[in-house]
């Protein structure tokens, strides 16, 4: 069994909000993981994905077409806040919903198992 997950026809999260992180998230950093070249720095301490820190964000890593298909290109070494961002399949992220509406994307409707 497995669960269809509604974030590979959205990407609405990734073209609606800045993804800011601790700049040590980056591979320029000692144990970073993020590609560096694909952020930029927001102030001392933070940094965040290219495309986001626009007034019409769209992340760079950001692969497809919203609400139809999508991906991200640097899923594996995406930054804690897409990481912790979750679908809002139960009530538990409103921002979720914010972000899809943002598109024309109705609510989601909670998972159901898949066969």
Not at 35 to 60: D, I, K, W
Not at 97 to 114: F, H, K, Y
């Amino acid at each position: 069994m497995s669960s269809f997950n509604p974030c590979v026809t959205c990407g609405a999260c990734c073209a609606s909000f800045r993804v800011s992180f601790y700049w040590a998230e980056g591979d320029d950093a000692p144990q970073g993981f993020v590609p560096h070249q694909l952020t930029e720095q927001v102030n001392s301490f933070y940094r965040c994905m290219q495309g986001t820190n626009n007034s019409a964000p769209r992340c760079t890593a950001l692969q497809g077409e919203i609400g139809a298909a999508v991906g991200c290109s640097i899923y594996a070494n995406r930054p804690t806040p897409c990481r912790e961002f979750d679908a809002n399949v139960d009530g538990s992220n409103p921002r979720c919903d914010q972000a899809r509406a943002r598109w024309g994307l109705g609510p989601l409707i909670p998972v159901q198992e898949v066969a």
